[in-house]
């Protein structure tokens, strides 16, 4: 073994031989919340700029509680929107506020179309004018060009970017530089989750982590009324043209 370790090692001390483990991080991600996924992760966190793909078979297992303690620490930090692109189910406001993330910063998307989904998605991620975007996208019309031109979108708008997909999804490429796997735990408050991609690094196997709990406690009465002004201003709808953050030319029905 010893005489070949000086071969070896200068091998790899060859400066055309890339190493995964000698990336350095463009900056300090957003901290997930998660001492043990940051400590995984090249960014030490989410990435501020770049695009994340949580792939999972089951909505509402635990996905939003794991991005809740980011996307509170974007809030309180940015004065930019946080985008839902088509989300499955209406984002609940008391729900939402209850783990930190400022209810007035949300912008809720709701495309007439999947053509809409995608242009939505990109334009908000790119406009510079959100710290993040949350898109459900038709995965029947999703190609690798778009996840290229979104991943590079995230760049230009300094945004993180986050794809909810299928499960099956993680049998296809994609260019997004962080790709996890999530899935239920028969255990309560818990999410298992497992790293198919990521800068700097081979996959890691499934590990358990426990679920971010509430950051504050709402009272009833408060809880009300915060239903009350989310259900109300609701009903109020925009053409995606009016919303002059996003520097919109489409067509696509908003409600905030």
């Known amino acids: 073994m010893t005489h070949r370790s000086g071969p070896a090692e200068a091998l790899l001390a060859h400066p055309d031989l890339w190493r995964a483990d ?25 990435p501020k700029a770049g695009l994340v793909e949580l792939l999972s078979d089951r909505v509402g297992i635990g996905e939003l509680r794991l991005l809740g303690p980011a996307l509170a620490t974007l ?23 209850e783990i930190g993330i400022d209810v007035g910063k949300q912008l809720w998307v709701r495309p007439t179309s999947a053509d809409d989904a995608l242009w939505a998605t990109e334009h908000a991620v790119k406009s510079g004018s959100c710290s993040a975007v949350l898109a459900w996208l038709d995965e029947s019309k999703l190609t690798p060009k778009d996840i290229r031109r979104l991943k590079l979108a995230t760049r230009r708008g300094e945004t993180l970017a986050v794809l909810f997909r299928p499960g099956e999804a993680a049998r296809r490429q994609s260019m997004a530089e962080l790709r996890i796997a999530l899935s239920h735990t028969t255990k309560p408050d818990r999410l298992s989750v497992e790293i198919l991609k990521r800068r700097g ?35 109020r709808a925009w053409q995606l043209p009016r919303i002059e953050q996003l520097g919109a030319s489409r067509s696509a029905r908003i409600g905030l």
């Open 75 to 97: 809030n309180a930090d940015e004065q930019r929107w946080v985008a839902w692109i088509d989300p499955p189910h209406i984002p609940y406001a008391p729900a939402l506020a």
């Open 201 to 235: 690094g081979w996959p890691i196997a499934r590990l358990e982590l426990p679920l971010a709990q509430r950051a504050t406690r709402i009272s009833r009465f408060d809880l009300r009324e915060q239903l009350t002004t989310w259900r109300s201003s609701g009903r």
């Open 22 to 46: 000698r990336i350095e991080p463009r900056s300090q991600g957003i901290g997930t919340g998660y001492p043990t996924l940051d400590a995984l992760l090249i960014d030490r966190g989410w």
